[in-house]
């Protein structure tokens, strides 16, 4: 980022001045000229002095140089580039020179520059659009031996049926009508096939196809851009030019050396000699020809508008208003009647004075011819003619803005005073943020445009420790990997990239690193190691109840839940081996293990072994978590009882206290039993009642003795079903108060029991 310069900022938003202070001494100098002139000087290039290019594609630059008199300099950007710098653009005089503005090469739309030719076609016309854009030119076809010349008349495409096998497909048919000598007035339809030619007759039609044809290869060459600041002042002074651009995300990439040779008995930790390099892309449209350069690994918000596209307003088309035709009528006769004189017109008065516009001086009388010969039954007057149109004024009135009385007190050839002004200073000071950092590069670097080049950012030597890595994670175990436990401490940042690993000389694998701040320590993978082999020694998962307690009808079982895992790493490498084991971070899990791991992150924890050459260890990693089962004891059957008490190892205190619960049950269902045999006998007995019923009905023309008999056993049975009906009764009776008193003795329960 800049430092902090006292010097008065001109932004190119408006026209200002800026007063001289201390001037920095300039990165790049262009040559001054010999005296300055009043006219402007030829346009100069600025050239870049630095340039800071951040990770989300945009870059800063700036531009330093000398400027003497009048001078014009020049900038060149792509179009994608101008965008940007229309949009963060800043020149700073710091001699007290005045910017006087800044231009660029405009393009119009190509769309908006079609609409100005005669020819109505767009960006990717088709032959049929052409055709039909030149109806009625005079042209010439030729078809084999056929030559027709005439006006054409149109085009149209026709499907050709299928027939004699061969396909369907479309024709392409023109319309010509003969114009001269014997074809004169002979219309004539020929197909436009591959052979046949059709030439333009008229001159200025082929002068329009051959604009069109002009414009559309103008789009391809409108990739550069020229902006042109123009500096005016006098003497010799220091330009600055600052703004940013969408430029390609710069690169890093890392070597780590290791070149002491590795022994059996040699220690896992060593030193790493870090090389960081950074692939930086000049795609501007300047050379970078000793610019101080950074690259900052920084996100700082941005976004582009199109500002260096001219831009057009839709707007709304209003049809012209018509006026309505009067029509003959007659009138009726009447006697003739002496009414009040009508007021005379009032004189025409120029508008202007005080707020009212500059307006002829006869507009009043021109709208008063319009005003109705009475407004609410009054004649018309002055009143009335105020009253249709408010906005007018008698002397100097609202319509059309200031008048002249105040002209040049507040405008001075339509711009306000108030926005000119000699200068203002702008104290300017750099922030940093902790999530920012820079390489700044001590030495000038060159980078020509549409180059790339790789440039060094860092080399110093870091403790690295060599390790194998194996991740545990759903009952698999991972690939083991060669990887370093690389502590950056440094006080420089590594930046997100890719590196490669030397050892003794030879390529040893390659790998991806995130931003390593700090005193920070990350493990990098780097290549598979096939001397380490990891298996699992088994895993199990358990539980058992630790407590047990009740209240209020409800029961609660607290148990312990273990889950153990057993990895059995085997060195068949000649050397040691630092192993470095992942075990994934389960929340509401709580790590119950010996040893401890060596690191833990939001999501692993890292368990470090030491296995000899042919060794072969096991590591026991253990987790646990504590959880409750709840039971609503009024909803338990006695099989749910039963599995409550096997959980707790069938406790004493617990049987004790479920005991009455459980008796409690069993009369319950003991009356229940009761309940349900009394009510299946009266179910009979409705049966038997319903049977007799119509008995008796189809027995209506019987004998009397017949009749009796069914009406003496309908009695009967009527009899016993008012006894089941007392018996349902006082068994229901009995049924809920065994019932009330399950409720009581759940209810009542009260226990706390460690298991």
């Known amino acids: 980022m800049s430092k902090p310069i006292g010097i008065s900022a001109l932004l190119l938003a408006f026209a200002v001045i800026a007063t001289a202070q201390q001037p920095a001494k300039p990165t790049a100098k262009a040559a001054p000229r010999p005296e300055a002139r009043a006219e402007a000087a030829a346009p100069t290039q600025l050239p870049v002095t630095r340039v800071s290019l951040y990770k989300n594609g945009v870059g800063f630059f700036e531009h330093s140089g000398r400027v003497t008199g009048n001078q014009s300099v020049n900038i060149d950007f792509t179009t994608a580039q101008l965008n940007d710098v229309l949009q963060s653009l800043t020149a700073v005089d710091l001699n007290g020179g005045r910017i006087a503005g800044a ?11 079609l609409k100005a030719l005669p020819l109505a076609l767009g960006e990717d016309p088709t032959a049929v659009d052409f055709y039909n ?3 009625g030119a005079r042209v010439e076809v030729r078809s084999g031996t056929a030559t027709v010349s005439g006006r054409l008349l149109n ?14 497909c479309e024709k392409r048919l023109i319309t010509v009508i003969g114009d001269a000598g014997p074809d004169s007035g002979t219309v004539r339809t020929l197909e436009l096939t591959p052979a046949t030619s059709v030439r333009l007759l008229d001159a200025d039609l082929h002068t329009d196809v051959t604009r069109y044809l002009q414009l559309l290869a103008s789009t391809r060459n409108q990739g550069l851009r020229h902006l042109t600041l123009q500096d005016n002042g006098t003497g010799t002074r220091e330009l600055h030019v600052s703004y940013i651009s969408e430029v390609p995300i710069w690169k890093s990439t890392y070597r780590i050396l290791f070149t002491d040779p590795a022994s059996p008995t040699a220690a896992t930790k060593q030193t790493a000699t870090v090389q960081g390099w950074s692939v930086v892309d000049n795609t501007t449209g300047a050379d970078w020809i000793n610019v101080q350069l950074s690259l900052i690994a920084g996100a700082p918000q941005s976004f582009i508008q199109p500002l260096s596209v001219p831009y057009y307003s ?4 209003i049809g012209l208003p018509q006026e309505a035709q009067l029509t003959p009528q007659t009138h009726e006769s009447g006697e003739e009647t002496k009414t009040a004189p009508t007021a005379a017109p009032m004189q025409g008065k120029t508008l202007g004075s005080g707020n009212g516009a500059g307006l002829g001086g006869t507009i009043e009388n021109q709208l008063y011819s319009q005003v109705p010969l009475s407004m609410n039954g009054a004649p018309r007057d002055s009143t009335s003619f105020q009253y249709l149109m408010p906005g007018i004024q008698g002397n100097g009135g609202a319509y059309g803005g200031t008048g002249a009385a105040n002209l040049n007190q507040n405008y001075v050839e339509g711009m306000p005073v108030s926005a000119i002004a000699s200068s203002f200073a702008a104290n300017t000071e750099t922030s940093t943020f902790d999530d920012y950092f820079a390489y700044n590069l001590a030495e000038p670097i060159t980078i020509r445009k549409n180059e790339s080049a790789m440039v060094p950012i860092l080399q110093t030597s870091l403790p690295a420790e060599s390790v194998t890595l194996v991740s545990y994670a759903n009952a698999r175990v991972s690939q083991p990997l060669r990887a370093l436990w690389l502590t950056n401490s ?21 790998g991806l690193l995130d931003p390593i701040h700090p005193d ?3 493990l990098l993978s780097y290549a598979a190691d096939q001397a380490l082999h990891v298996s699992t020694g088994g895993e199990n998962l358990t ?10 009808g409800v029961l609660r079982l607290h148990r312990t839940d273990i889950h153990e895992v057993t990895l059995v790493p085997r060195n068949a490498a000649p050397t040691r081996r630092t192993v470095v084991s992942e075990f994934p971070v389960v929340q509401g899990w709580q790590l119950d293990s010996d040893p401890t791991p060596a690191e833990t992150t939001p999501t692993l924890y890292r368990f470090r072994t030491l296995v000899d050459p042919g060794q072969t260890v096991r590591l026991h990693v253990g987790a646990r978590r504590q959880g409750t089962t709840e039971y609503a004891l009024t909803q338990s059957n006695d099989a749910t009882l039963t599995y409550i008490l096997s959980q707790s190892g069938n406790n004493t205190a617990l049987q004790a206290a479920l005991q009455p619960i459980l008796e409690a ?3 319950v269902a003991d009356m229940q039993t009761a309940v349900d045999k009394v009510n299946n006998h009266l179910k009979d007995l409705r049966s038997d009642e319903e049977r007799q019923r119509s008995n008796i009905t189809a027995l209506a023309t019987a004998d009397k003795n017949s009749r009796e008999r069914f009406v003496r056993d309908l009695n009967a049975t009527e009899d016993q079903i008012a006894a089941a009906q007392k018996d349902l009764t006082t068994a229901q009776a009995t049924l809920q108060t065994a019932k009330d008193s399950l409720a009581s003795k759940i209810e009542s329960l009260q226990i706390d029991e460690t298991l």
């Open 520 to 522: 920070e320590k990350r």
């Open 543 to 552: 539980n058992h109840v630790t407590s047990v307690t009740a209240a209020k």
């Open 665 to 667: 049950r069993r009369h």
């Open 155 to 168: 085009i149209e495409v026709v499907n050709s049926p299928e027939t004699n096998n061969q396909p369907a």
């Open 314 to 317: 839709r707007r709304p088309e």
């Open 490 to 510: 440094s006080t420089l940042t590594l930046d997100r990239g890719s590196f490669a690993i030397l050892e003794n000389g030879n390529f040893a694998g390659e």
């Open 103 to 113: 231009g660029y090469n405009s393009t119009t739309p190509l769309e908006e520059q």
């Open 133 to 135: 854009a030149i109806r």
